[in-house]
């Protein structure tokens, strides 16, 4: 079992779709949880940064982290064709960048 | 403030060479961390340094060395390149180094022959 798993798509939504991006993960150590977008040939940019569980919301996006069940989402509300990309979870147990793992990415495609 | 920069933006090298990468973080941020991403994967760690001291190793042979300077500017070496080596390297910075809130800069896109 991978330490972070993330259904890598592509994923299609019309415009204007609430679009739901998911990962789980096995190291129960993990208590820093953020997405990042990453457009094609660009470096990832950090959209959401959450501690421990709960939900976060900021514009049209919101993350949820459940820890009982390891499992962390990010929500986009209407959705444009400017939020194609890929979504990258990351997680960190704090204490350095080898406690850091990123999933390997959803590619997410939102169609006018 | 000018975000993360990174040099060169492309580079192409044969195998065997020797290839170094250039980073400068965004201004205050002590803590630069180095990936590497294949096409189709996340990124994965390779090195981390704060204060010019380096404060984590990912899973990586000894082909490959980091340092920091004074100014907090990094480099990544990678010697005795490889195929395999081919991928997108991505310096990211930080104001602390545990939380993972990092800041990525475009990237360094090497292709080795």
């Known amino acids: 079992q991978k330490e972070v798993e993330q259904d890598p798509g592509p994923l299609s939504v019309p415009e204007g779709a609430i679009v739901s991006l998911n990962c789980t993960y096995s190291n129960s150590a993990f208590q820093y949880f953020m997405w990042y977008r990453q457009y094609s040939r660009k470096g990832p940019e950090l959209l959401m940064y959450?501690?421990?569980?709960g939900n976060k919301e900021d514009g049209r996006f919101t993350a949820q982290v459940d820890k009982s069940s390891k499992y962390i989402s990010l929500f986009i509300r209407d959705s444009q064709p400017s939020d194609s990309a890929t979504y990258l979870c990351a997680m960190s147990a704090g204490g350095g960048g080898q406690n850091f793992v990123f999933g390997p990415g959803t590619r997410l495609s939102v169609l006018p | 403030d000018a975000g993360v920069t990174q040099s060169p933006t492309h580079l192409i090298k044969t195998r065997g060479q020797h290839v170094t990468l250039r980073c400068s973080p965004i201004s205050g941020h002590k803590s630069v961390s180095w990936y590497q991403q294949v096409l189709g994967q996340g990124p994965q760690f390779i090195f981390q340094?704060?204060?010019?001291?380096?404060?984590g190793r990912g899973n990586f042979p000894d082909r490959f060395s980091a340092r920091q300077f004074p100014n907090y500017s990094s480099e990544l070496n990678v010697n005795a390149l490889l195929l395999g080596d081919s991928a997108l390297y991505l310096c990211?910075?930080?104001?602390?180094?545990?939380?993972?809130?990092?800041?990525f800069g475009e990237g360094s896109r090497l292709t080795v022959l």
């Open positions: 340094y704060y204060e010019k001291e380096e404060r």
């Open positions: 959450t501690y421990s569980s």
């Open positions: 990211a910075s930080s104001l602390r180094v545990n939380t993972g809130e990092l800041f």
